[in-house]
């Protein structure tokens, strides 16, 4: 058996094949089907590869086979545990489908996601799934003109363009006005998110209904917008009430990040939460249950939302599109009432 080294990097499966004495056949099952070569043929080769550091080529695998066994998953924010946990729940679905995931984040920049998508389609990845910014419809269009499937994750995508798997957002600002309306509430502020997710304008649409439903005018709602869906962004908006002349009896935030920041600088400022001021988040990530006062939240099934997304895709792309309606699933929120919303009545 001739003891030549290949220069480490160049190594072909004709190298390994020449080394180890057999077919370029027996190598590749030895990679594909182990179970369909001998035991003592089968370590011969593998010792080889071993020795001679082959790696197997992606892109050669992926001409043969033609589709990748790469997921790309573009999401906001992974510095926000709503979307490491839908990762967390994506790359599940794809490890026991044979497939990994590739995390990207956009930070909520368009431009920054356009970059990515067109990369995706570059590099050929079997499918995308996406938590989109607003302006994402065009370009998610111009990538399943170029073969790539993808499925929006975390809002709901309407026309038969795509899957989407996504929470009822409006049900959720709903619940959680409701929730405050009922303690006796009448003076509320609602921190939102950027203007330009629908998640924001979604549960801010839910609040106001459960204003018209309790016959409360919508003026009681005072909205101080967030720049980002972020504990920085909630200390801010926090200052805004702390400063407020006629500071409103309870908060809803439209996710607990900005909930947090709010409550971190009440603390600071001596406003009890929530014998003062009642707090509302949204998503119930993990560290909601285990803030300074225990945060009420409306809960998301984050990491139901990213494997059920990554079912949808697989499903897709594994070669029988007809046999794949797309189709829209909505999970309904939940209430967890918490410490944070649990107080004196408003004027006690
Ligand atoms: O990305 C901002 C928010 O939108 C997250 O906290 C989660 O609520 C998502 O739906």
């Not at 030549?4 to 190594?11: E, H, K, L, Q, S």
């Not at 026309?159 to 006005?177: F, P």
């Amino acid at each position: 058996m001739p003891g030549n080294r290949v220069r480490r990097g160049t190594v072909g499966i004709k190298d390994v094949a020449e080394q180890a004495g057999v077919s370029l056949g027996t190598v590749s099952n030895v990679l594909n089907r182990p179970d369909t070569v001998a035991e003592a043929t089968r370590r011969r080769v593998l010792a080889v590869i071993e020795r001679l550091g082959y790696v197997r080529s992606e892109t050669a695998r992926q001409l043969r086979a033609g589709r990748s066994r790469m997921l790309a998953l573009l999401v906001l924010d992974l510095a926000n545990p709503f979307f490491s946990e839908l990762a967390r729940g994506a790359q599940q679905a794809a490890r026991e489908a044979g497939l990994a995931v590739m995390v990207c984040t956009s930070a909520g920049d368009p431009a920054q996601e356009a970059r990515y998508l067109d990369m995706f389609a570059e590099q050929r990845v079997r499918g995308v799934l996406v938590t989109p910014t607003d302006a994402t419809r065009p370009h998610l269009r111009a990538l399943r003109s170029r073969g790539i499937s993808f499925v929006v994750a975390d809002r709901a995508w309407s026309g038969d363009e795509a899957c989407s798997v996504s929470v009822d957002d409006v049900e959720g600002g709903r619940l959680a006005v409701r929730h405050l309306l009922a303690a006796g509430h009448r003076r509320i502020a609602y921190v939102s998110g950027s203007p330009h997710l629908a998640q924001s304008r979604d549960r801010h649409r839910g609040a106001l209904d459960a204003l018209d439903e309790a016959r409360v005018a919508r003026e009681q709602l005072t909205v101080l917008e967030a720049r980002r869906f972020d504990v920085a962004s909630g200390r801010e908006a926090g200052a805004r009430l702390v400063a407020a002349a006629d500071r409103p009896t309870a908060v809803f935030c439209a996710n607990d990040l900005l909930a947090l920041g709010v409550l971190q600088t009440l603390f600071a400022a001596g406003v009890r939460v929530p014998d003062d001021i009642a707090l509302v988040g949204y998503d119930d990530i993990e560290f909601a249950a285990g803030a300074a006062v225990p945060l009420t939240s409306v809960r998301q099934p984050s990491f139901r939302i990213g494997r059920t997304a990554a079912e949808l895709l697989i499903e897709e792309t594994d070669g029988r599109p007809d046999a794949h309606p797309h189709r829209q699933i909505v999970f309904r929120p939940e209430l967890v009432v918490r410490t944070s919303s649990l107080g004196a009545r408003p004027g006690a």
